[in-house]
């Protein structure tokens, strides 16, 4: 069983930029590529950004390269995503994911709103 929560989410001027945190715990050696997706209202839940166990490849969504960072600490636990220049597009309740080899794992999600 593994459990992700993640943090940071707010409310940020359109500009603005966010950093959001997602700590897992459980069998954390179990997991492997860990990613962060999003879901606007009336949206389907969308892929943002992922990244490999070793932290060295990641992968972004075409609407949030250049903007987004996505890194982990493995020490930690923790997988991080650095949203900058945010627009009023990205608001979303953003969700991360922990892929193990016999599942994926979903947090609760964290409220992100741009303001115009």
């Known amino acids: 069983q593994v459990v992700l929560a993640e943090s940071g989410g707010g409310l940020v001027q359109e500009g603005g930029s966010l950093r959001l945190s997602c700590a897992a715990s459980g069998r954390t050696s179990s997991v492997s590529t860990m990613g962060w997706y999003r879901q606007a209202p009336g949206t389907e839940r969308e892929f943002v950004a992922q990244?490999?166990?070793?932290?060295?490849?990641?992968f972004y969504a075409d609407s949030v390269k250049g903007r987004f960072t996505i890194s982990r600490d493995n020490a930690k636990n923790t997988v991080y995503l650095q949203m900058n220049s945010l627009t009023p597009e990205d608001t979303a309740i953003y969700y991360c994911?922990?892929?193990?080899?016999?599942?994926?794992?979903w947090g609760q999600g964290t409220q992100v709103t741009i303001g115009s």
């Open positions: 994911q922990g892929l193990t080899p016999s599942r994926a794992y």
């Open positions: 990244i490999d166990r070793s932290g060295e490849r990641a």
